[in-house]
């Protein structure tokens, strides 16, 4: 499995992004798939995950992010929607096997910044 995120960049507060992760090598609807992300000094946290029963958010996200998911694309959003700059970190993008318990795949990351 092969996970390019894109998509991040420099916002104000209050603002959007949409961060893509493009999913390739395996079968897509075979995969749950998640964000997380690591602001500097932190350990990585969850943000926001999805799959066939349900999706779950982080509560510091709940409300402003959305993740999604199109088929036809091989490809995962995460809407982000009133940015705040607590939200400036690493977002990394992750899969996981339907038949599995762990997130065994991740991108490289891609940079988000909020300033305020």
């Known amino acids: 499995v092969q996970l390019v995120e894109s998509g991040g960049g420099l916002v104000q507060a209050g603002g959007s992004l949409r961060l893509s992760c493009a999913f390739s090598?395996?079968?897509?609807?075979?995969?749950?798939m998640g964000w997380f992300r690591q602001a500097p000094g932190k350990e990585r946290e969850f943000v926001a995950t999805e799959g066939r029963v349900r999706t779950n958010y982080a509560d510091s996200v709940k409300g402003r992010f959305t993740i999604s998911r199109d088929p036809a694309k091989n490809t995962v959003y995460l809407q982000m929607d009133s940015l705040t700059p607590e939200d400036t970190a690493v977002y990394y993008c992750?899969?996981?096997?339907?038949?599995?318990?762990?997130?065994?795949?991740w991108g490289q990351g891609t940079q988000v910044t909020v300033s305020s």
């Open positions: 090598g395996r079968t897509f609807s075979s995969y749950a």
């Open positions: 992750t899969a996981r096997s339907t038949f599995g318990a762990t997130y065994d795949y």
